[in-house]
């Protein structure tokens, strides 16, 4: 089958790669109809993770199932199925409790908790940027789609990563009805968490960024667009919510975070978002930090440290989780949003391409080329 | 009436000081019985604070009402009552969500929320190691004791700070019967958060401290000591858990964790905390940490920043919850505890002294001299 | 000053009384822009209750602060305020835990936890159904409004007991972002569940009763309107949930439910929403049941029994609660929701009145005349 | 294999049946070293239930796995396992929550949610009393035991059932460090329910029976025995509490509550768990009640409704849980707590039988006789 294969830093090709297949009696074979490009995505094609030569890429796949294995009961071929990208086992101690981001058996070589498909130390699975995708534990990972799956497909694909990763970034926040959210990020992620706290009826949401086109689609769905340029976004953030701060905080960027000139600072916005939130409220961060960044801009960040102001957070009182989405948690109800037509999330679509110009979308997403906000390929065609 | 004063850094007396009185309607003045030495007492102690000349310090606090405004309804005197270190009003938004540790309205001078008697940046509020105590908002903040109110004072004393706030360590680190925890800290406030857990029905408590005499408390109450001495702490419990990690943490330390020879590590309790805790858990933080600390011992101290291993933390998708213990969250349901003998906190208690011989108490205290685990002053005599 | 008073069965009359005033520190008096008329009104005005004549009715008021006791401390005259239809102390056990629907204080003369403005059972109160009110507890009852409180005067009136009424029902019945929904009783209160409802995000939310025109409400605000006539509501619930139930199920009817004839079956929606929500799932009954009743249509009834299908409720392992809302737990949020414009609950306002005309909407909306959906009355004119 | 069978009212027999084997990739074999006869085993053996003879009856089990399916990856022949009443698949809606108790999959042949071994209307399943047990989902279903398993059977095989369904009693009634709570019940799951509360640090544990021994051995693990012949137990527990309810309560008794003179009524404890209970407080019901019941002793009782005191729960704004335990939320932690010598649930076992010894054990345990709390069984030898 064809393939989105990494090669070297920023060296992607679509090439012939075996075709997946059943290889444990749980596995199912998808055949991949739509797949997104990931900002995480772009960790690996810029080299700064160790992720070996050869490896299909793509963690955000949806598809028809067209295989499975002698042990897999609730799914038959011809079945629409939306794939989290955790790979998870169903029935260790984590998964048990809903925690399929912290998967202990789908990891087996490293002593990490946590498995995800086509993704730099996160087990051996390949990513599903391809024509087909081999899905072990298929009963437990795979979300059936109902009868408009088709009809909804840029939707429903974004049921494997973004649109749950927001939400679990605003469930981390504590996010209800009434609450002011302040969202550190418009990338995808970004707003998909904006979106999750407008569907959960906060009363205002603040998305902070500085590029126009990210900012004009958080407006569009109902969020203030703070830009970050001009005025302090924290100095922003008091006058929306009169001084208190917001009762809610998401942090959608990560440790690469940078200032306009590309300078890194990790610890920015996580700094920013503690003077942002009111004492005593809630702050999820989604955005990735990595133990150890050998490309890192100082030797703090090169250890995966970073200079938190603590003090500030420990005195106000705050709380903070962390960590990528237990997409299994969320996908059910997000998908009866879909199904309902209460949620519309294709909305960050900027591209639809066919598989064979992905590194050409990998180039211009990685340039964070204006209005490449979020990229879809469809391998079937 | 008599009352320990502040008067400069490593200067305290006990002298005369006016009485305090009823001043608003909701006041009440409680005749002090018993009143704490607190750990917390001692960064204003060593000068480390801007706390004013002249104010009378303690804020663990119990005594008898002897009068009461014309606002108070629920007290009269002669009542045995409870003094939570936090001042609250009851009606701001932070109180009547129960987040009393926060209170807007009791620290009307600056942009803090919070407020505690004799405290450093805590509001205009004298302290309790005196005669008499000033308690506004009474009917809110005071709590009744029961009939062996009297007989059980060094049980119930600890009412009004430490056992409530080594329980919220437990609250936020979400321990629950069955699980694991570990303790970093095994002063009164961690040795409270290890009774708390135990209480609870945790299947393994862990406290790490160096102190023998500390150590030899924990496994007292039935707690696994951990000497971090020799060997890793974190290696020690990732040996007791079978190399999980704790599910819970708990920090009773603070930015004034240091090393054997006395030099200060503001991140080195929560960094271990981070490696001994498994992915996924949860880890509450009620040791002291400052916005800003001028007397840090480099840069980043400081500025109240420390070195935190983000990286590490969000990796393992671990979740923090931090800050001063809102006591009355706590504290009925504590005291009924005591009252039926289930449990009994004075067994941290090491000297029990009048009032006249708090400054040489204090001088002890500070110097860690050996078996000064806690102090309980009796002013009434 | 002038107020709608109860002189016994169908028969109340806009009379003088005296003047509200001062009477203990923490009173405020509150001159009455909006009053609405409630259906448990009617529980008096039917004879059904055995309040006293002479009362002055009234529970679901907003107004202005004119005068305040000397222990008062967040409000001034001039303030315009929205006032809980609980009376609550904000120092008894449950009201600091935030249950100010049972609170311990406020109704010294029965055994009864609670308390209520013009109430039978509720306390000494007077209501708000006339020019002036007074308020015990000022600081703690009164929410303090923002600048367009006088613009939104409808919209925020409602804050004072539907609005969070329905609110609860939804939070007992976990209702969250993509749940179904199903709610007995389209009456204002069961249109603000479903209104809540749909803040939340539900995915579906059914609405069941027989009244054209509430039903033609629920669907102008996003909710499937159920005709409890032809088929029987349950099958048509099952029909649009696939047959699974729904995942959360809202009470708003309570014991007075009755078949088109007019006979009470107090058991009947309960019965029925057993059997309308899926195993496992939540209900959240805000519908008033009485403890006794005797004007019941059956042995049974009049010793507050139900002949509830338990069996089936536990073979199903659903979870309900009960009980009457503590409008201080949500009023906040809802105040910030109408504010920002995300909510306008005035739509379920069929008649604006001044104080005078209140008679005349008692005896319609007695009658369920049609159209008479919510009346709001204006003493102030 | 020799295995325990129902043949009809009150007629079971030892007898030869075929061997259990692996029937689908998933499926376990295990060895049952420990079977419990539990209460709700009488309602079968009593001919209450529609079970067909033939079946082996037992779901409280524990063994050694002796064969796996190809799909069975965490376990291996030779481990020891606790084997969960509940049979559960592990990736439906309800099993993937956490729902093990009402799985969708496990009892394909009528609408019911939730199925188990040897149980009436609970799927095909055969019991475990019996040398061998088929395991479906063993991956999901099998709970592995440390190297203390076999030493410590007999508290072990309480992870099955008894112990985590009292614990989930407390779950439901919302039993926290220092609440009272009142449980309807010294059965062995009253029993269990008490000694979770115990565990979690409840104050004051009170335990309702007329059983004279049941009542000795709650008062054994530190329990307030109150017997309910004399005085009313309501009385009683309003005497414990000083008149204010105990904060939870817990029904361990069902719809087969009855008098001294042994009529059942079936509503009787669930009437007397409101009056117990505080305002406000929460209730846990694990006693079955059943959605029908031909042999009930009245009209309501046989079509599974019962007179409950609606008003007078709505009134006080009680809160209800139900339904049958999900043993996976709790047998992890439970189990740790044996392992660390926390728990020991072996207490309530009052005889140890052969398999060969069942039937007479199930003449006694039927006959309520002296003495017989919980047998248990060891058809390993």
């Not at 055949?31 to 993770?49: F, K």
């Not at 970034?169 to 706290?197: C, F, K, N, R, W």
């Not at 306009?260 to 961060?285: F, R």
């Not at 209005?371 to 065609?381: C, D, I, Q, R």
Request: glycine content about 12%; overall charge negative; proline content about 7%.
């Amino acid at each position: 089958m064809k393939a989105l294969v990494y090669n070297g830093p920023r060296d992607v090709s679509v090439t012939e790669v075996p075709d997946p297949r059943i290889e444990r009696p749980g596995d199912a074979v998808v055949q991949i109809t739509r797949t997104n490009i990931c900002g995480s995505d772009l960790h690996m094609y810029e080299g700064r993770t160790d992720i070996e030569a050869g490896r299909v890429l793509g963690h955000e796949n949806m598809g028809r199932v067209v295989e499975t294995g002698p042990a897999v009961e609730q799914l038959r071929p011809g079945d629409m199925v939306a794939v989290p990208f955790n790979v998870a086992c169903g029935h260790c101690p984590n998964c048990e409790r809903g925690l399929t981001s912290y998967c202990l058996t789908a990891n087996p070589d490293r002593g990490i908790a946590g498995a995800a498909y086509g993704f730099a130390d996160m087990g051996p699975w390949n990513g599903g940027q391809a024509e087909y995708l081999q899905v072990p534990w298929a009963d437990f990972n795979l979300l059936p789609l109902p009868d408009d799956a088709t009809e909804k497909q840029n939707d429903y694909v974004m049921l494997s990563d973004i649109f749950p990763t927001g939400y679990h970034a605003t469930e981390m926040a504590h996010v209800t009805a009434g609450d002011t959210v302040v969202i550190y990020g418009a990338g995808p992620v970004g707003l998909m968490a904006a979106y999750s706290a407008i569907i959960k009826g906060a009363s205002k949401v603040m998305v902070i960024d500085r590029h126009p086109d990210r900012l004009a689609l958080a407006e569009k769905i109902g969020a203030i667009p703070i830009n970050d340029g001009a005025t302090s976004p924290v100095e922003q953030v008091l006058h929306v919510t009169d001084g208190h701060g917001a009762d809610c905080g998401c942090e959608c960027v990560g440790y690469q975070a940078h200032d306009p000139a590309g300078h890194e600072h990790p610890s920015q916005t996580l700094n920013e978002l503690v003077d942002s939130v009111k004492p005593t409220g809630h702050i999820g961060v989604v955005g990735l930090y990595v133990p150890a960044d050998p490309g890192g801009s100082d030797e703090l960040a090169r250890r995966g440290e970073i200079a938190f102001d603590y003090g500030n957070f420990w005195f106000k009182g705050q709380h903070m989780g962390t960590g990528q989405c237990p997409v299994k948690a969320y996908n059910t109800h997000l998908r009866d949003l879909i199904s309902t037509g209460k949620a519309t999330p294709s909305f960050v679509i900027s591209h639809q391409l066919p598989l064979d110009q992905a590194p050409q979308a990998y180039r211009h997403f990685d340039n964070r080329d204006n209005g490449w906000t979020k990229v879809t390929l469809f391998p079937a065609g």
